[in-house]
């Protein structure tokens, strides 16, 4: 596969997306937020340095492939929204409504881009 470490990559992007929904569901149950140092600012971390190797990786791919409908703004969109839910899955105090629709753009874009590469 020409594109294995952006598969790659996008595979892991999407393994945090969806554990982020369930931790959101788990705190927000708990109704207490997490505690930042410990548990909000080490994941949000990690999360942030997968998406700092993923970008130039997809953005190489859209200049190579030019796939329809897939676009470098997306990229920004789909970086911030995940750097978002990355913090605020650990307060309860988030918007369900708002959260659940970033959470659920993420899965789409990123599905999307792994539909593209595989083809």
Not at 1 to 20: H, I
């Amino acid at each position: 596969m020409k594109y294995k470490e952006l598969a790659r990559s996008t595979e892991l992007l999407q393994q945090y997306n969806q554990e982020l929904g369930s931790i959101y569901d788990r705190v927000k149950q708990k109704g207490e937020p997490e505690d930042f140092f410990t548990i909000v600012k080490p994941f949000a971390d990690k999360v942030k340095d997968e998406i700092e190797l993923w970008e130039p990786l997809v953005l190489k791919w859209i200049n190579q492939e030019k796939p329809k409908y897939f676009y470098k703004q997306q990229v920004e969109n789909l970086k911030e929204n995940i750097t978002t839910v990355s913090v605020q899955a650990f307060f309860p105090k988030t918007g369900a409504k708002r959260f659940k629709e970033l959470v659920r753009s993420n899965q789409y874009n990123l599905d999307s881009i792994l539909k593209r590469i595989n083809m």
